[in-house]
């Protein structure tokens, strides 16, 4: 097992993600006595200020963003004492020397750079700590989506990180892999003998992914436009998720194993062209409206100029392989939804033929399905028929149910981590199974680089949609020229 890192380079420690979701993680991890004993945090970003005044800051965000029943002013304490405090522009070799003789200060042992900037930063920011002396064989380095803009830039920033650090010390980060749900799919689908043989084309009729969110722009105007859903959702986070469904079973539960079955169901994905985009996809624009009586302004008054950039898409996808032959994949993404959800639906097909109709009486039956739902409220749900109690003169009388297993429930006594607590654990440690390899990363950007082609050369526009919808009619019609309706 390799030696845990108890020294973190955090860059872009001063932004939103960091104050939110990174430090919190660490001071769980420590509360839980996880972090290496001692464990030093050196912060970068491009403020400059001296560690009393950043401590200040994450106690703040601490105070905020931190688990109630952790917060104690002994630990927080503790934990504000691991932290230091430099600040690096990429560029500037002398701030890097700085930041270097304060990391080899603390540790000879393996140090852990986690990259919370834009991509722009990646490359610059590694070189940076490669001038510095920072990039041994034992660095580990970790990167924040998204990993390029397309297949080609990409490769760019790829070859640039490989070019200082073996695959085997890169941590792509992609969040979803870090929630217990997504993890689940992998204890549901090869933990439990019941759905494994039912996994493929002769029982499913198709999957549903939905991954809805109910806020607009927030702040992120100068990112989102130009990059749409498409980029921001579909390409790292829906199809991580579709990977996951695909996948052949692993030989076993550790990286490279997991990554390789993964890379296989990506790469079967059929490229789209100029006519399969008109018929299986749909890009979407919100518009004014309310989300849970809240008025929205559309995306164009927000952004303060018209533009075509998508907040919404669905997809009509096909693996051809031989598990998942025939079988459509309807992958569905947007913003200012009705609700916030990330959900899984697995439609199987109707028995092929039904004893309980007698005399034109009796029920139809309906085909079952298995509801995963990753957010907010995390619940697998499997829908069967039974039979409503009664006599049955007229046949007998079947009605759906649904057999529920909440998690929260079920494991009430647990703790609800943030992801990034086992992916920040996971870096620490050298664990590289819940990150994205480079294979990954291209056969992603491979398909949706076909999609975004297809687009262009067929002039695709977004269609407009009411905020508080589910999206234009035609994403609905996607769906339902198929005989099949979302699951809302």
């Keep these: 097992m390799p030696e845990k890192s108890a020294t973190l380079i955090l860059f872009g420690a001063t932004g939103d993600l960091a104050h939110r979701m990174l430090f919190p993680s660490l001071y769980h991890l420590m509360c839980d006595g996880l972090l290496p004993s001692p464990f030093h945090i050196l912060a970068s970003g491009r403020t400059e200020m001296d560690d009393a005044a950043f401590r200040a800051t994450i106690a703040e965000a601490l105070a905020t963003y931190a688990q109630a029943e952790l917060l104690d002013d002994a630990r927080v304490a503790t934990f504000l004492e691991m932290i230091v405090y430099a600040a690096v522009a990429a560029g500037d070799d002398s701030q890097f020397a700085a930041l270097a003789a304060r990391a080899t200060a603390f540790s000879d042992g393996p140090i852990a750079v986690y990259l919370s900037t834009p991509p722009a930063l990646f490359a610059p920011t590694a070189q940076g700590l490669a001038r510095a002396g920072l990039v041994l064989p034992s660095t580990r380095i970790a990167m924040e989506k998204p990993i390029g803009k397309d297949l080609a830039s990409s490769k760019e920033v790829n070859d640039a990180i490989g070019a200082l650090f073996p695959e085997e010390q890169i941590f792509r980060v992609d969040h979803y892999l870090g929630k217990e749900t997504v993890q689940n799919l992998m204890a549901l689908r090869f933990g439990n003998r019941l759905f494994e043989p039912l996994w493929n084309s002769s029982a499913i009729d198709h999957v549903q992914i939905t991954v809805a969110e109910t806020v607009g722009l927030e ?270």
């Design 219 to 488: 702040g992120r105007v100068s990112y989102y436009d130009g990059v749409g859903a498409l980029k921001d959702m579909v390409q790292n986070h829906v199809l991580q998720i579709l990977s996951i469904i695909a996948m052949e079973p692993p030989a076993r539960m550790e990286s490279t194993s997991v990554r390789d079955e993964k890379v296989k169901a990506l790469r079967s994905l059929r490229p789209m062209d100029p006519e399969t985009v008109r018929t299986h996809s749909v890009r979407g624009q919100y518009r004014d409206g309310a989300v849970k009586g809240k008025l929205i302004a559309g995306y164009a008054e927000e952004l303060g100029k018209e533009s075509d950039t998508e907040t919404f898409v669905a997809l009509k996808a096909y693996l051809d392989n031989w598990r998942w032959t025939g079988v459509p994949f309807y992958l569905r993404t947007g913003k200012c939804m009705p609700n916030r959800q990330s959900e899984i639906l697995i439609q199987f097909k109707p028995v092929t033929h039904s004893i309980f109709r007698r005399n034109g009486y009796g029920s139809a039956l309906e085909p079952n399905q298995l509801i995963i739902r990753l957010q907010p409220d995390e619940n697998i749900r499997l829908c069967i028929m039974a039979k409503r109690p009664g006599l049955d003169r007229d046949g007998v009388k079947l009605q759906e149910v649904g057999l529920d297993v909440s998690l929260a429930h079920a494991f009430a006594g647990e703790r609800r981590r943030i992801a990034y607590e086992r992916l920040l654990l996971d870096l620490l440690e050298g664990d590289t199974t819940l990150f994205v390899r480079r294979d990954e990363v291209e056969a992603q950007w491979t398909w949706i680089d076909s999609i975004s082609a297809g687009w262009k050369a067929s002039d695709q526009k977004s269609v407009q949609y009411a905020a508080g919808t589910w999206g234009p009619s035609a994403g609905i019609a996607l769906i339902e020229r198929d005989g099949a309706s979302w699951y809302d």
